[in-house]
Each structure stands twice: as C-alpha cells, then as structure tokens.
C-alpha cells in the first residue's frame, strides 16, 4: 500500500524569501506524484505533478517540486514567496500495484507567508 | 465551463437522520471519488467509482453509501451508522486512464451533525 509524509504541520517563511514544504512516499513501482493546494473552505486545486524522468517540474503560480529517487522525496519549491501562497499544502501520491486510480494523501502542511 | 459541482455547501442534520451529499460533473471524466477531510488527517478515500454502475470502498466506508447510475452523477449518503460524521466531505473526479491524470476537487460540503 502507499503513503505520503508530510513532516511539517505547518511552515512559516517570509515573504520574498524562497520556501520548500517537504513531502515523502512510499509505494510499490513507479511513484505518481501530485502536489495541491487548498484554500479555506475550498476544493483542492491541482499545481503539478511528477513526470518520468524529470527531477524537477514546473507547476502553477511558480511553483516547482523536485524529486529525489533515492530519498524518496518530492518537496515542494518556489524561490520568492507571496502573501498570497498562505494556504494549505497536500502531497498525493497514486500507486498502480492494486488498480486504483485514487489518490493517497498526505496529512497536510500548513504555509505561512508572512509580510 | 467545466467542473465539478458539490451541493449544498453547508449542511446541518440531526443525530439519527440519513443525508445525501450531491455530486455532479460535466468533465466527461469516468472516475470519481469521495474523500473525507478533518483537521489534521488530510483526505481519506471514503468510496469511489471507475465506471457507471460500478463503485468500491475506500479506506473508511463504514457508515457510508454510493450510487453511480449516471456518469455525471456520484451522491453520497451519510447513514445514521457513521459514528463521527460531522467532517469536511470533498468530491473530486479523474479523467484519462493514465496514471499520472490528476485529481479534480469540487469545492467541498461542510457537514455538521447536532
């Protein structure tokens, strides 16, 4: 079965400076990978996703993860943080071994950008 | 435009009495999905459906139901057996069988039970 890790309950950066919210996994063959974001009282809105052979990908509003095989890791960047990134962050994982095509979720990280 | 549609967004009932979550989506995807948020736990997979006419349980079914009659349509029913079901309950649908398609969330029904 697969799980997702998120350490962090919550990150606190400044605003303009570069921020990371950590995310690892465990899952049988390859991973596929996802990272969202949730603002309050909202949905889950999708900001990217992990692709074969690409260590680190691009995603929306600036965002990028970077993937490491070997730590099993797949944290999540951005070089200058905005207020407006305050939100709560999820790390997601699909793992294909058992056929099911949902996601498997971590607990969250709360992200705080302050002024 | 395209998206999915979860309804009411707030919803209150009394200890005792079964409630219907609504679910609807024009994305033509085939795949869809309820999860679960509490403070804390992040989304758990409740139940979810590959194709019309067919669902499984996810991790926590217990006191939960579906139907998947249309492709458009995924309700869920919280039964007065779900022990704790005052919660954060998130739709969402996938479309290409592809293992890297994403997930797409609706934006949520908060439901209170008294």
């Known amino acids: 079965a697969q799980s997702v890790a998120q350490p962090e309950d919550q990150v606190n950066v400044a605003e303009g400076n570069p921020l990371t919210v950590k995310c690892t996994y465990s899952?049988?063959?390859?991973?596929?990978l996802f990272w969202y974001v949730q603002y309050p009282n909202r949905g889950l809105q999708f900001l990217l996703k992990?692709?074969?052979?690409?260590?680190l990908v691009k995603g929306s509003y600036g965002f990028e993860a970077e993937f490491n095989k070997s730590q099993t890791s797949f944290h999540l960047k951005k070089p200058s943080a905005l207020v407006s990134d305050s939100a709560l962050y999820f790390c997601a994982v699909r793992g294909m071994d058992t056929g099911r095509r949902a996601l498997t979720f971590g607990s969250g990280t709360r992200l705080q950008v302050q002024p | 435009d395209g998206g999915i549609t979860q309804s009411p967004k707030y919803l209150f009932r009394k200890e005792g009495q079964n409630v219907t979550l609504s679910c609807e989506q024009n994305?033509?995807?085939?795949?869809m999905y309820w999860y679960r948020q509490d403070p804390g736990q992040g989304l758990r997979l409740i139940y979810y459906?590959?194709?019309?006419?067919?669902?499984q349980k996810g991790d926590i079914a217990e006191g939960y139901s579906v139907s998947r009659e249309k492709k458009e349509s995924f309700p869920l029913t919280v039964t007065s057996a779900q022990k704790n079901p005052t919660a954060f309950y998130l739709c969402?649908?996938?479309?290409?069988?592809?293992?890297?398609?994403?997930?797409?969330f609706g934006n949520g029904t908060r439901l209170t039970v008294t």
């Open positions: 459906s590959q194709i019309v006419n067919d669902f």
């Open positions: 992990y692709i074969t052979g690409d260590n």
């Open positions: 994305l033509n995807h085939d795949a």
């Open positions: 969402a649908s996938s479309g290409p069988r592809q293992p890297n398609s994403p997930l797409h």
């Open positions: 899952v049988s063959g390859n991973p596929y």
